[in-house]
């Protein structure tokens, strides 16, 4: 079965400063990708998913941005972070079986 | 885009009383999956429904799905605190390249 690694787990970030989440996956080869955001601790809202190297698709016009620059990495990118970009951000792709997904574990991502 | 209603968004319960939480949607289901997420980790697929009047167990979890397809609810006998966490429905989207989520129901047993 496939494995999503996400790091960093928790990230403190000011204002206006860059940000770059990674995520990697391991079991499973050309996956579709998807960046999730849950606001305190509610439903996902899903940000851009990405069905191959290149290939990004935006779902919410934002100050965010996604990059695939390898089969299984998927990178979540800002520029100039803003206060509303606080969030838990996951990272995920569909399951061998059942429909379902799979899902990183998460990063916390305070902008202060 | 197909909203997925969840209700109650919050439930507080002792330990070894039952619950049911519901999802609902104004269309049809294509199928439907229930997650469990605990603080501080990414969602868990508990179970995917298909079949419309399809149930599903798993311990003690019943997931059923409604005749229309219209409808899921989830239903958890002797509660424990194990079962603590914020329970969400998804169901694919028009495309099929992304899951859609309800809001979810946040379930907290008291031990």
């Known amino acids: 079965s496939q494995t999503i690694h996400q790091w960093p787990a928790t990230l403190v970030q000011p204002v206006g400063s860059p940000l770059s989440l990674e995520c990697t996956v391991e079991g499973t080869s050309n996956p579709n990708l998807y960046w999730y955001r849950q606001a305190a601790g509610r439903g996902l809202q899903l940000l851009f998913y990405s069905v191959g190297i290149g290939q990004i698709s935006s779902e919410v016009p934002q100050n965010l941005s996604a990059s695939r620059p390898q089969d299984r990495q998927f990178i979540l990118s800002s520029k100039k972070l803003l206060l509303s970009d606080s969030g838990f951000y996951l990272c995920a792709c569909p399951g061998h079986t059942n429909y379902g997904y799979t899902f990183g574990s998460g990063t916390r991502l305070t902008v202060v | 885009t197909q909203l997925l209603e969840q209700s109650p968004q919050f439930l507080s319960i002792q330990e070894g009383e039952n619950l049911t939480v519901y999802c609902n949607s104004s269309s049809v289901f294509s199928s439907l999956q229930w997650y469990r997420q605990e603080p501080g980790e990414g969602p868990v697929l508990l179970v995917t429904?298909?079949?419309?009047?399809e149930v599903k167990k798993l311990k003690r979890l019943t997931f059923q799905f409604g005749d229309a397809r219209k409808d899921s609810s989830l239903h958890i006998t002797a509660a424990q605190p194990g079962d603590t966490g914020l329970y969400l429905c998804?169901?694919?989207?028009?495309?099929?390249?992304?899951?859609?989520f309800g809001k979810g129901t946040k379930l907290s047993v008291i031990p």
């Open positions: 429904v298909v079949t419309g009047g």
């Open positions: 998804a169901q694919p989207g028009a495309g099929s390249y992304q899951l859609t």
